[in-house]
Nanobody, 130 residues
């Protein structure tokens, strides 16, 4: 069973940066579609970023593109989310997720679909003050 543990969240000011980490155990991160999602207070969980295949295939929500970068360390079996120029609207609980199904799809929509992911971490809180 794949287990995911997020870390790196915290309280920062608008314009600051944070790097979230996701430690993956029980499986090989390079075999999966790995994603980051977030859920603000009173809101639905939403897609943030995903990475798959060689690691050069990355996908971003339009809300974060240009500010956030997802990356993967295949040796350490880790996934990261570098978040720059944070805004108060980025405040949320951030979740790491894995699609371990092995289903192959070339669709760019596929990594963005929440219900494709079958393993989830507990989340790490990011709070951005104005």
């Amino acid at each position: 069973q794949v287990q995911l543990v997020e870390s790196g969240g915290g309280l920062v000011q608008a314009g600051d940066s944070l790097r979230l980490s996701c430690a993956v155990s029980g499986g090989t991160v390079s075999n999966y579609v790995m994603g980051w999602f977030r859920q603000g207070s009173g809101k639905e969980r939403e897609f943030v970023a995903a990475i798959r295949w060689s690691g050069h295939n990355t996908y971003y929500s339009h809300l974060v593109e240009g500010r956030f970068t997802i990356s993967r360390d295949d040796i350490a079996n880790m996934v990261y989310l570098q978040m720059n120029n944070l805004k108060p609207e980025d405040t949320a609980l951030y979740y790491c997720a894995a699609d371990t199904s092995g289903i192959y799809s070339t669709s760019d929509l596929y990594p963005r679909m929440l219900d494709r992911y079958d393993s989830w971490g507990q989340g790490t809180q990011v709070t951005v003050s104005s």
